[in-house]
């Protein structure tokens, strides 16, 4: 029996430190066309998804974050992990919506938030893409986020935020925002992040809620080992790692590598491929 992933708490809800992540499942690689067209040809199956998503919950991983309404076989998959395990998988989805400042705007984003629900989403947290439209520097808040904040509760779900910009976790603290966790950018590349590795860093470690990192391996730039050993090493024990992979070897890989490093200890996996290698290099 697998060991289980260490744990932490998130408004009363538990979930595993390491969380299964999405765009390995729908084509965004983060690098070419190419290899877009690769993962949709080899992983856009609800079967085959399943069998990942289960290889991470035999192991404790049981929370898988996405855009849920826009992935109908991600959808469909953990239906599928879930009869596989017989283990109901939390989701957390991320949503974007209309923001405009009008009654037909708030709407739209009553009903992207209520199919959220509907689609058996636990928690809520609205895109980078959508939060970032409603940031006033000039006064460090985050206009209107408290109405879709109550639109997520009276829904049923927990609120939170989707960060690329790490004002929208300064401001969302300082504010008080209805907030009880935070996705932030964060690799030992600096990969897509806007400010340098240190702040980002600091930002993290003065949350006042638990933050769920994401892009550990830099979009497949960083090994496993480099990118885990960083983030696990660098995080507080709230925190939380999210990962994405093609394949059930390499959900098993990501889960071992992940627990070497917080148990600071050597991974029991087997050492990369390549031809000719010398002697040495064999053992």
Same mark, same amino acid.
């Given at each position: 029996m697998p060991d289980l992933f260490p744990r932490?708490?998130?408004?009363?809800?538990?979930?595993?430190?390491?969380?299964?992540?999405?765009?390995?499942?729908?084509?965004? +690689?983060?690098?070419?066309?190419?290899?877009?067209?690769?993962?949709?040809?080899?992983?856009?199956?609800?079967?085959?998804?399943?069998?990942?998503?289960?290889?991470?919950?035999?192991?404790?991983?049981?929370?898988?974050?996405?855009?849920?309404?826009?992935?109908?076989?991600?959808?469909?998959?953990?239906?599928?992990?879930?009869?596989?395990?017989?283990?109901?998988?939390?989701?957390?989805?991320?949503?974007?919506?209309?923001?405009?400042?009008?009654?037909?705007?708030?709407?739209?984003?009553?009903?992207?938030?209520?199919? +959220?629900?509907?689609?058996?989403?636990?928690?809520?947290?609205?895109h980078h893409s959508t939060v970032e439209q409603l940031v006033c520097k000039n006064t460090a808040t985050i206009n209107r986020l408290p109405d879709y904040l109550t639109m997520i509760r009276d829904a049923g779900m927990i609120p939170g935020l989707s960060c690329h910009m790490p004002e929208l976790v300064i401001y969302s603290d300082a504010n008080g925002y209805d907030v009880e966790t935070y996705i932030q950018l964060y690799n030992c590349l600096g990969y897509l992040m806007q400010v340098e590795i240190e702040f980002i860093h600091r930002v993290i470690w003065n949350a006042k809620k638990p933050v769920i990192t994401i892009k550990p391996l830099a979009a497949g730039r960083l090994t496993p080992f480099v990118g885990f050993n960083f983030v696990w090493n660098t995080l507080r024990d709230c925190d939380m790692v999210t990962i994405g992979c093609m394949t059930k070897e390499e959900a098993e890989e990501d889960v071992e590598i992940s627990l070497a490093a917080i148990e600071r200890r050597m991974p029991g996996v087997e050492g990369r491929n390549s031809p000719r290698k010398t002697t040495i290099m064999a053992n």
């Open positions: 932490t708490t998130v408004a009363g809800v538990s979930l595993p430190r390491l969380i299964i992540g999405t765009n390995w499942f729908q084509g965004y +690689s983060h690098k070419t066309p190419a290899l877009d067209k690769l993962i949709v040809n080899h992983t856009r199956n609800a079967d085959f998804i399943a069998q990942i998503l289960a290889a991470f919950i035999e192991r404790g991983v049981d929370a898988v974050l996405g855009v849920f309404n826009h992935m109908p076989e991600v959808a469909e998959a953990v239906k599928k992990a879930e009869d596989i395990t017989g283990k109901k998988m939390i989701l957390i989805d991320t949503p974007w919506f209309n923001v405009d400042d009008s009654n037909d705007a708030r709407a739209e984003a009553k009903a992207v938030i209520q199919a +959220s629900k509907k689609a058996g989403a636990d928690f809520c947290l609205p």
